[in-house]
């Protein structure tokens, strides 16, 4: 007798819906955290300026950005978490997800560390002018490692959705839309990436561009996907 087939995709149980739908409000929370970033980050200063650079980030609504943003990715944790519980059948998701779990760990060390120790290194530089050539060096060799760091990060993301896409292959509208999205930031990743480290510097202000539709695009898309039940359990 021949072995029914595997599904596509885990019908989940009412505990696995739960899960689900709390990773579908992770990816809703990101976005929320996204548009916060771009409407904060409208009154930043230039970078030129680098007192009110630094006062700026130290300031109350850099300061809830930095941490409402820095909140969301952990939540993405339990974000991916599900869609790798959904699709768990494909090999391609199981690698999806050592990918963006690799992305989020460097995210989280960057930030937690931006967060934290170069906070510490800016408030001291307005407030003690005679340590300023000091704290200056330990920060810009702070932001080459974090520049650095975006190598790694950049690849596993690109790659990790990518991986994820490729084993979203269901043919329900819900899916497709989540694969789409999935696509769209591993294409808004790889441009930025080709900008950043590979001699596309005219690709810059694409990245720019695209960054936040495609970004919304992608955590609007997939969190939708795990919000609805699955097609197997509609009736």
Do not use: K
């Not at 771009?38 to 109350?60: C, G, I, K, M, N």
């Not at 391609?92 to 963006?100: K, M, Q, R, S």
């Not at 292959?169 to 819900?174: A, L, Q, V």
């Not at 808004?188 to 936040?212: E, S, T």
């Amino acid at each position: 007798m021949l072995a029914p087939a595997m599904p596509e995709q885990i019908q989940p149980s009412a505990p696995n819906r739960r899960f689900e739908q709390v990773g579908a409000l992770a990816f809703f929370a990101y976005a929320l955290a996204q548009v916060t970033q771009e409407l904060v980050l409208r009154a930043a200063p230039s970078d030129s300026d680098t007192a009110a650079s630094y006062a700026f980030t130290l300031s109350s609504p850099d300061r809830f950005r930095a941490v409402f943003l820095y909140v969301t990715f952990w939540g993405l944790l339990l974000g991916y978490a599900a869609v790798y519980r959904r699709l768990r059948q494909s090999g391609w998701a199981l690698a999806g997800l050592l990918l963006i779990t690799l992305f989020l760990g460097i995210e989280l060390v960057d930030r937690g560390l931006e967060l934290v120790l170069a906070a510490q290194w800016q408030r001291a530089w307005l407030e003690t002018p005679a340590m300023r050539e000091a704290l200056s060096s330990r920060i810009d060799v702070f932001t080459s490692v974090q520049l650095a760091s975006y190598l790694p990060l950049l690849a596993a993301h690109v790659l990790g959705c990518a991986l994820f896409a490729v084993a979203a292959s269901g043919r329900d509208r819900w899916t497709r839309l989540a694969r789409y999205g999935l696509v769209l930031n591993a294409v808004r990743g790889a441009v930025r990436l080709a900008a950043m480290f590979f001699g596309a510097a005219w690709l810059a202000p694409v990245a720019d561009v695209i960054y936040l539709p495609l970004t919304l695009a992608h955590a609007i898309a997939v969190g939708l996907w795990l919000l609805l039940p699955h097609p197997a359990q509609e009736t």
